[in-house]
């Protein structure tokens, strides 16, 4: 009888595992937001970053024109690029194309929401809300999971907390 309990387990957890990677998204119009994520702060942090894939299935371009988050005084969309070995970020004060047909991946690195004037730490496993606005499709509320810094590699992005 025990055996068949155990069987029954582990049956269960099998069929239960497609469910576990289902990715996370959001959508408005043309546009889906996948698999939003930030990663934890460092206690006493002022910045934090959000980061995606932006998908646009529409036949025109799309734009990312802001964000915002009641955990953090500002967002803003940002680029941050390297330049002859000399990393530098702005501001996207037109906002962020995403072209029709296409797709964008904000990361660590790249294209990212920044948000400044942190209320709080980031910690792992928290969840972060936050709305993004586009030109065509209005607004979006996402949720993005917080990640652990361990296990991967720290970005320069993660260190910068005097934004």
Known sequence: ??????????AASIVCLPTLAVATEYKAGSVSIINPYSRATPSGAMTGAGYMNIKNTGEEDERLISASCGCASKAEVHEMSNNNNVMSMRHMTEGL????????????????????????????????????TFEKAGEVIISLKVMSLRGGKKKMHDSHSKH
């Not at 980031?122 to 936050?130: E, N, P, Q, S, T």
């Open 97 to 132: 194309i995403i072209p029709a047909g296409g797709e964008v991946t904000l990361k660590p690195g790249g294209y990212h929401i920044m948000f400044m004037g942190l209320k709080k730490s980031f910690v792992a496993d928290d969840i972060v809300k936050a709305t993004l």
């Open 1 to 10: 009888m025990r055996q068949w309990a155990v069987l029954f387990c582990m």
